[in-house]
């Protein structure tokens, strides 16, 4: 009998998929089962019955899975950062590598045997960067991460005023719990996206591999309150010493994006300095850099390791934010050519590459949503990395790489589904040869992925 919405089931827990529910088969149709984790077996509520597939969350642990531990955070349940942290850490990963296996044989329509998946290095404090949210809420300040939303709810969840936090470094907790009581003795209002009334909107903290730690808080533009935010960043800075800048940006866009439009003040350096492997990293608050810099070692290895590079090579490296990936290879190829929307990562990524004495890379910004313009005027190039957002490369990108047809392109993802239907675009021309999970967000359902796509 078909499954229904209401309906009890007892079913065991074979995997887990993308986003972090358990899946069971009953009947040869899969259900996603939230609250549940491979090898659990679980009776079930179906919330959504659908001719495909079902919907569930676990309501009775019938029989634990081996794979169970206990979770280290007094918040796991209720935060909404980490919530594979009752999931043996191996178990995480090879999930994770099954997830991004299974996307490319459903979505991409290939069949490729993944290599070895790369773990994190470390699997706690590894964040060199932490998002915060303010919140008004029952007339009170609240500052700390979203909460978990209830299975089947979509929408912003409301923050959660962590106290602890093993994903963070250094300090960080103690700096959170400052701002937070400083804010709330400011007296001023925590900003509302829905009345667009208030003030704080979000503190950001940011620590390098070498030591420096910047403080960045948002605010909405508001120029009476901003002399509360110097009071904030003085006190910040005579406190932890080890601060190596505070910057106060303004964001009037009503979005909840954690990222400023206009810097308003600042303390101590315009950017911090970070360290991955033999590169060194100029990261100012705008700018993209990923969150895991032991991590991105090994994703930039596996990227190397793809690249096979004799040296002679001209590397094109498309949604380079601040250069990262360039700057690391630059040491391996002939020239490195960068192109990313964001005028203040490029700024950043030309700034790395004069820390590291490179003379051999060149970075411009523009949108790829249109491919690469105008092709004719791009100097021959022989690799390309394409590491874009979430969302994927643009449909025109990837007939741009149709059309110019390189003989090598990695493909750098932190979404297996539309990495999978890149490489679906490009099957045309393209095969996948290899691909590697990399860990860089453990206790989370992230994945990242490398994938080499090699001309037919
Ligand atoms: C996943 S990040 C990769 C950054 C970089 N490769 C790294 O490893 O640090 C994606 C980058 O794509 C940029 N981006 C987003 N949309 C874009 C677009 N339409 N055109 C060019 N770059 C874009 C973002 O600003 C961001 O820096």
Redesign the pocket.
């Known amino acids: 009998m078909p499954l229904k919405k209401d309906d009890l089931i007892e079913c065991t827990i074979e995997s887990l998929a993308f986003g972090g529910r358990g899946v069971a088969r009953v009947d040869g149709m899969a259900v996603f089962v939230a609250d549940a984790l491979p090898g659990d077996i679980v009776k079930a509520r179906i919330v959504r019955a659908k001719k495909r597939f079902a919907e569930g969350v676990a309501e009775t642990l019938v029989t634990p899975s081996s794979h169970r531990v206990e979770p280290k955070c007094a918040h796991f349940g209720q935060c909404g950062g980490c919530a594979l942290q009752n999931l043996e850490y191996d178990e995480q990963l090879a999930q994770k590598a099954a997830q991004v296996q299974s996307a490319l044989s459903r979505i991409g329509g290939v069949d490729v045997p993944m290599d070895a998946p790369a773990a994190s290095p470390a699997i706690w404090k590894y964040r060199n960067k932490m998002e915060f949210s303010f919140e008004r809420r029952d007339g009170g300040l609240h500052l700390g991460l979203r909460s978990q939303l209830p299975a089947g709810e979509k929408g912003l969840a409301p923050v959660l005023d962590i106290e602890e936090c093993h994903l963070c470094a250094g300090r960080d907790m103690e700096i959170l719990r400052m701002v937070r009581e400083f804010c709330r003795e400011s007296g001023i209002a925590a900003y509302d996206p829905k009345t667009q009334n208030g003030f704080w909107r979000h503190l950001i903290i940011r620590h390098t591999a070498l030591g420096e730690v910047m403080v960045h808080v948002i605010t909405t533009s508001d120029s009476r309150k901003f002399k509360q935010v110097e009071a904030l960043g003085e006190a910040l800075v005579e406190r932890f010493t080890e601060l190596t800048a505070f910057v106060h940006s303004s964001r009037s866009k009503r979005t909840t994006l954690a990222v400023g439009e206009y810097v308003e003040f600042r303390l101590g350096t315009k950017a911090i300095e970070e360290k991955v492997g033999h590169a060194r990293y100029h990261i100012s608050p705008n700018t993209?850099?990923?969150t895991n810099s032991a991590g991105a070692e090994k994703l930039f290895d596996t990227i190397r390791e793809y690249g096979e590079f004799d040296g002679s090579e001209t590397l094109l490296?498309l949604?380079?934010?601040?250069g990262?990936?360039g700057v690391y290879m630059a040491d391996s190829v002939e020239r490195v050519i960068g192109?990313?929307?964001?005028e203040e990562?490029i700024a950043k990524a030309f700034s790395s590459a004069k820390l590291n004495g490179l003379e051999n890379c060149d970075f411009a910004v523009?949108?790829?949503?249109d491919g690469l313009g105008d092709l004719k005027r791009l100097p021959e190039f022989d690799i390309v990395v394409v590491?874009?957002?979430r969302s994927g490369m643009?449909e025109n990108m990837a007939k741009a790489l149709l059309q110019l047809a390189p003989p090598k392109i990695v493909a750098?993802s932190?979404d297996p589904a539309t990495l999978a239907r890149d490489v679906k675009r490009l099957s045309d021309k393209y095969e996948i040869k290899r691909a590697r999970a990399v860990d860089m967000f453990p206790h989370t359902h992230h994945i990242e992925t490398v994938a080499l796509l090699v001309r037919k």
């Open positions: 993209f850099f990923q490296d949604y380079c934010g601040a990262a990936i192109f990313e929307i964001s990562s523009g949108s790829l949503d590491d874009p957002p643009h750098v932190c």
